[in-house]
């Protein structure tokens, strides 16, 4: 098992922060591994009853267009339970 010999935040923005750790892996040697901390996020696929799904035109910031793609949102609560995010992101 590797076990944590020190970590350090190197970014640490609005939606995840980025760590980089220090590990001794089992053979005792030292390695780097780097880390995303993210809240979660959550993701639904809506179908119509005849079977169509429902997908929404969003922009992109990163691509410069609106994307189709299923509806999605970020667990940005403190102890939001995935079903209630669903349930906000389907609204």
Do not use: C
Not at 23 to 42: A, D, K, M, Q
Not at 53 to 58: E, F, N, T
Not at 62 to 85: C, F, N, S
């Amino acid at each position: 098992m590797e076990e944590r010999v020190e970590t350090e935040e190197v970014y640490g923005g609005k939606l995840f922060r980025v760590y980089r750790d220090r590990v001794r892996l089992p053979n005792g040697h030292l390695t780097t591994r780097e880390i995303v901390r993210h809240p979660g996020s959550v993701a639904i696929i809506p179908r119509h009853a005849d079977g169509r799904i429902v997908l929404v035109r969003q922009f992109r910031y990163v691509t410069g267009r609106e994307l189709w793609e299923i509806p999605a949102g970020t667990l940005d609560k403190p102890g939001e339970e995935i079903p209630d995010a669903a349930t906000a992101t389907s609204a």
